[in-house]
C-alpha cells in the first residue's frame, strides 16, 4: 500500500490533497493427492475426483486507488463554505468470486461549515 498527501492552512483558504494506491493478489497452493490403491478405487467408483486446477479457482488480483481534494474558504470567522472531490478506482484481474469488479466513481460534496464561538 502507498499512501500520501498535502495540506495547505491558510487564513482564509485550506485545501489537501490524498492518494492512495494498494495491489494485492491471493491464491491457493495446488492440491496433491496421493493415488489410490485400486481396491479403494472400485469402491468409490463414482467418487473419482480431479483436484488438478483446484488451485486456480480463488485466484484474486485487486488493483485499488482512491484520490482525494477537499478545499475550505472562510466568508466570516465563524462560516467557511467547503467542497470535497474523491475519487475511487478498482481494478479486479481475476473476476472470480463476484464476476469482474472493475469500475470507479466520483463522489462530491458541498456545504457549510459553521464555527462555535472563540473560546
Do not use: C
Not at 483446484?54 to 488493483?63: E, P
Not at 486507488?65 to 475511487?88: F, M
Request: hydrophobic letters at 35%; charged letters at 15%; a negative charge.
Amino acid at each position: 500500500m502507498l499512501s500520501g498527501g498535502l495540506q495547505y492552512h491558510g487564513q482564509k483558504l485550506s485545501g489537501g490533497f490524498m492518494l492512495s494506491l494498494m495491489q494485492t493478489r491471493a491464491g491457493m497452493d495446488p492440491i496433491f493427492m496421493p493415488d489410490a490403491p485400486p481396491e479403494v478405487l472400485e469402491s468409490i467408483e463414482a467418487a473419482r475426483y480431479n483436484y488438478y486446477m483446484t488451485h486456480t479457482y480463488s485466484d484474486l488480483g485487486y488493483t485499488y486507488v482512491n484520490a482525494g481534494l477537499g478545499l475550505e474558504y472562510k466568508l466570516t470567522d465563524r462560516l467557511a463554505v467547503t467542497g470535497n472531490w474523491d475519487y475511487y478506482y478498482l481494478r479486479d484481474g481475476r473476476g472470480y468470486v463476484f464476476g469482474n469488479e472493475t469500475g470507479s466513481f466520483s463522489v462530491i460534496r458541498t456545504g457549510f461549515k459553521l464555527y462555535g464561538p472563540a473560546m
